[in-house]
């Protein structure tokens, strides 16, 4: 019945219609227009709800055709509330022969990581303190402010120079851990506090997109370091990871780069352009193509800051010689 399921026995609990799956049958349905996904060994159909998806249709179709319980607890800080809108998408659960988890995932290490959060919770390190995050967002600023107070009073000279561009990284740096937190929705209890602040300290601080950040990020911790899931290993054909992807570009016959040599180019190509050209030009092509005006505004808003203060000291190509430094 319904989809490959089985009735259950009169008075048993099926979920909704009494409908019971064997993990096989819920693998079966991981596709583009097939999605269905198991919480709490409730079994879910998300095929279209996906695309409402507030957190983004990549990251709750990640799981398709899989366990989703410990992702959907991490993700949800009031699971409660969300439950309400997972009732219309219920059409039944595991038998009662299944595993609690599907073939993929190692029960030993779920258990331990189940295990660490319950201690986690009940010493409410989870909790977090908005006046420790607003005093280092005011640090932040203080440097920057610095940076600038430094050239008023002492000049460009190289020694000045290197100082400014050194109080300049360390608030980058500082600000990118920053917006991290609020990113996460972690420091206040309205969602849209948390929003409207990651807004200014990765636009404003930073030049970057909010939303970019989510959509790569969220996938990120959905699905850590997995190939086609996981963006942070998208590497664009310059570099080959892992042990399926050289097999792969092999047997395709896939030569962008000469990857036998890629220990050897990494550091000239690797970190040197990561931020500077290939995040700058991504965030832009994001915002764009996706008429995110409002994150664009964010972001040009940082170089209009920035450029009216360096340029007096350094002119516009000393400006960008020192942004893409920092």
């Avoid at 989809?3 to 009494?18: I, L």
């Avoid at 607890?73 to 009732?87: I, S």
Wanted: proline fraction near 5%; hydrophobic fraction near 40%.
């Amino acid at each position: 019945m319904g989809g490959g399921g089985q009735q259950t026995e009169p008075g048993s609990s099926g979920g909704r219609n009494g409908v019971l799956y064997t993990w096989e049958e819920v693998q079966k349905h991981c596709h583009k227009m097939d999605k269905w996904l198991v919480i709490n060994r409730k079994v879910y159909n998300i095929t279209e709800w996906a695309k409402r998806h507030p957190g983004g249709m990549r990251v709750i179709s990640h799981y398709a055709g899989e366990d989703a319980t410990d992702a959907f607890h991490a993700f949800h800080p009031e699971p409660e509330f969300v439950r309400k809108f997972l009732k219309p998408l219920l059409i039944g659960e595991l038998a009662p022969s299944e595993p609690n988890l599907d073939r993929q995932k190692n029960a030993i290490i779920v258990q331990d990581f189940r295990a660490l959060r319950e201690q986690v919770e009940k010493a409410d390190l989870f909790r977090s303190d908005p006046l420790f995050f607003c005093l280092y967002l005011g640090h932040i600023l203080l440097l920057e402010a610095l940076s600038l107070f430094l050239l008023w009073n002492w000049g460009t000279g190289w020694t000045q120079t290197l100082l400014c561009a050194v109080i300049l990284t360390t608030a980058q740096s500082q600000a990118g851990w920053l917006q991290h937190d609020f990113g996460h929705l972690s420091v206040f209890k309205k969602s849209r506090w948390n929003h409207l602040v990651h807004k200014f300290v990765i636009g404003h601080l930073k030049g970057a997109s909010a939303n970019w950040w989510n959509h790569r990020h969220f996938q990120h911790h959905a699905k850590p370091n997995i190939f086609s899931k996981d963006p942070d290993v998208n590497m664009l054909h310059a570099l080959v990871l892992g042990k399926t992807q050289p097999v792969e570009y092999g047997i395709k016959k896939l030569k962008y780069l000469p990857y036998n040599h890629q220990h050897q180019y990494f550091f000239l190509i690797g970190p040197p352009l990561l931020i500077p050209v290939y995040f700058s030009i991504q965030i832009m092509h994001t915002m764009f193509s996706r008429r995110d005006w409002v994150d664009l505004a964010w972001a040009l808003s940082y170089y209009l800051r920035y450029f009216y203060c360096y340029v007096p000291y350094y002119g516009f190509l000393g400006s960008i010689a020192l942004v893409t430094f920092v």
